[in-house]
Structure formats: C-alpha cells, structure tokens
C-alpha cells in the first residue's frame, strides 16, 4: 500500500496536474482527487491517462480499482481487465435475473 501510494504520489506530481491523495488506509482505501478544467482537451487527456495508470498500478500490486463504495461509473471501463470475461458475464447474468427491466441503477455496476 504504502509503495502504491508513494508511486503514485510521483505519477500525480509528474502530470503536472493537483490531484491531492485522502485515504483511509487501514482499510485498504486512498483516493485521488483530480481537479483540472474539463474543457482543457490537454487537461482532460492527462487526468485519464492518470486514472489508467493508477488503476493499472493498483491491479499490478493485487489491489483492485474499487473502495469501499464499490465500482463507480468511471471505473466500468476497467471491470474485464480487473475481474475477466467470466465473471463479468455472471455478474450481468445476475443483474438480469434480479432486475429483467435494468430499473435498478441502469448503466452503473455492470452494463446490461
């Protein structure tokens, strides 16, 4: 955890954008905050590229790229890489049976 936070402490710091990190880290948790203007195309690139690389950091160590909230609707992107084909497939399958309508959160935890 700790070696997870100082590598991205340097990743944030090399972007060059302010993304402050908070954390609860006696359960596993640290966030990072990143503010820049979503209008700024350059901003906006550096910040997802950022996100990827600290998710893909975290999946490097055996973390994951959720906290305590769960999978948010800018982390979907990385459910396959994180948790593979299979058990996307039965998560969705799940989903379906318990809300055929998709009424429940449609769009967020798996895409349906």
């Known amino acids: 955890m700790a070696e997870c936070i100082s590598e991205t402490q340097k990743d944030i710091a090399a972007s060059g954008l302010y993304a402050p990190i908070i954390g609860h880290v006696g359960d596993g948790n640290f966030h990072a905050t ?3 203007d979503p209008d700024d195309d350059s901003a ?3 910040a997802q590229a950022l ?3 600290m998710v893909q950091r975290a999946l490097a160590m055996g ?3 959720t906290g305590e909230h ?3 609707m ?3 992107k990385h459910m ?3 948790h593979g084909d299979a058990a996307v497939a039965t998560m969705q399958a799940i989903k379906k049976a318990l809300d055929p309508q998709n009424i429940m ?3 967020k935890v798996v895409d349906c």
């Open 34 to 36: 990143m503010f820049f």
């Open 44 to 46: 906006m690139q550096k």
């Open 51 to 53: 996100d990827n690389r």
């Open 63 to 65: 973390g994951t790229s």
């Open 70 to 72: 769960g999978i948010g």
């Open 74 to 76: 800018g982390k979907l």
């Open 80 to 82: 396959r890489n994180e």
């Open 105 to 107: 959160n449609p769009g």
